[in-house]
């Protein structure tokens, strides 16, 4: 609600003309301070794709309400395991696939684990719905006589596995160089969205869609905010100001990492820590990044999360 600017008034009109599908300039996900340097609201990545996770297991129960269509095409987590069944998958068998039967069969703990996650959002895996589609020793996937209904499951996992791999830095770090290629990389992924979404909102206005055949509001706030917000940091501190950014440590995980060093620093104690035991426990977690105990940390002994290229 503080946020006054969106990603569009620091972009360059060329690139956003390149997405006429994108809207750059409703969302607000921007403030100024009071040296008019930009203050980013950023979605974490990861919870963000766990939604997705999560919106795909929804829309195959019929007990929730959200049912997840693209077009005249179903999408939801059974489909994959229909799929993943169909090429021979929970067989104890070698697959193509890191899937697993916990990858579809997921409770409160799982929920909270990205590794299922990323196995399901995966090159493999859009290579697998591509294969079983063509494949003319499976005439049928299901109850589905016509494999074309599978196409956008397979773009969406295919957009979703280019996200991941951009963001947790898989990719390479954003340069000068890179990145308006990284820009496009990651506006190619909202287009797709973009372009179903803006499907999807015409349909619904006729009357042959409700709102639960899209991702819930704020999944789809979160995702819009993910690729803006890393598309405004090349821009802003990459592109205009010569840095090079490790998108990896564009989360929450670095914080989550040091806070938890820090509360075990003063005996675990899951209540509030006061300043003065923060500032103690802080400076203990530092030396213990210095010393290598930590692999991630947002403390003064980690890496850089922004650097520039020496001259020499």
């Known amino acids: 609600a503080s946020a006054t600017h969106s990603v569009g ?57 959200r049912d997840l269509k693209f077009q005249a095409c179903p999408m939801n987590l059974k489909m994959v395991e229909t799929v993943w069944h169909a090429t021979g998958g929970g067989k104890n068998q070698m697959h193509p696939t890191k899937l697993s039967s916990l990858t579809f069969n997921r409770d409160a703990k799982s929920r909270m684990d990205c590794t299922q996650t990323c ?9 697998m719905i591509k294969s079983a589609i063509n494949d003319p020793n499976i005439p049928v996937l299901g109850n589905f006589q016509n494999k074309q209904v599978f196409n956008p499951l397979m773009w969406y996992i295919h957009h979703m596995n280019n996200l991941i791999d951009i963001t947790n830095g898989r990719l390479g770090k954003y340069t000068p160089e890179n990145g308006l290629s990284k820009q496009k990389d990651l506006l190619d992924v909202l287009n797709w ?43 802003y501190y990459s592109i205009e100001r010569g840095f090079t950014i490790d998108p990896r440590t564009l989360n929450t995980d670095p914080v989550e990492h040091h806070f938890g060093n820090c509360r075990q620093m003063v005996g675990g104690s899951t209540s509030g820590l006061t300043a003065a035991a923060f500032s103690q426990a802080d400076r203990k977690a530092n030396l213990a990044k210095l010393a290598g105990y930590n692999a991630v940390g947002n403390c003064r002994g980690a890496n850089e999360h922004f650097t520039k290229q020496k001259k020499f």
Request: with cysteine.
């Open 119 to 127: 196995r399901l959002f995966s090159d493999s895996v859009a290579r």
């Open 193 to 235: 969205f973009s372009k179903w979404k803006k499907d999807h909102d015409s349909r619904v206005a006729n009357g042959t869609r409700t709102e639960y055949n899209f991702l819930a509001a704020i999944t789809w706030d979160c995702i819009r905010n993910l690729i803006l917000g890393h598309v405004f940091m090349i821009q």
């Open 9 to 65: 008034d620091f972009l360059p009109q060329e690139l956003k003309d390149a997405y006429p599908d994108i809207d750059f300039d409703r969302h607000k996900q921007i403030m100024l301070d009071v040296m008019d340097i930009p203050f980013l609201f950023l979605s974490d990545a990861m919870h963000t794709v766990k939604n997705h996770h999560t919106s795909l297991e929804k829309s195959s129960t019929s007990k929730a309400q």
